[in-house]
């Protein structure tokens, strides 16, 4: 019996993982990382690439907040 309460235990941890909220995080960081990669190539303004930089730092970040949700 101990046996199908861990199976049904471990059946709970990957509803979890695969919950579509953690993928929709994981997208909109990567947009948000595309557009600090384009803005990267697409301007000659002076503060440009320090957007840039800002940008593609905050789209790792949640990236990895998303990746480590779904591994917790």
């Known amino acids: 019996m101990s046996e199908i309460r861990e199976v049904y235990e471990r059946s ?9 909220s953690h993928y929709v995080l ?3 960081a990567v947009v948000i990382g595309l557009a ?3 803005l990267r190539f697409a301007g000659t303004w002076a ?3 320090l957007i840039a930089n ?6 790792v ?3 990895l907040k998303a990746v480590f949700n779904i591994l917790k």
């Open 54 to 59: 800002i940008l593609l730092i905050i789209g």
């Open 47 to 49: 503060f440009i690439d």
């Open 36 to 38: 600090g990669v384009f």
């Open 12 to 20: 709970n941890h990957t509803e979890n993982a695969n919950s579509t």
């Open 61 to 63: 970040i949640i990236a």
């Open 26 to 28: 994981i997208t909109i």
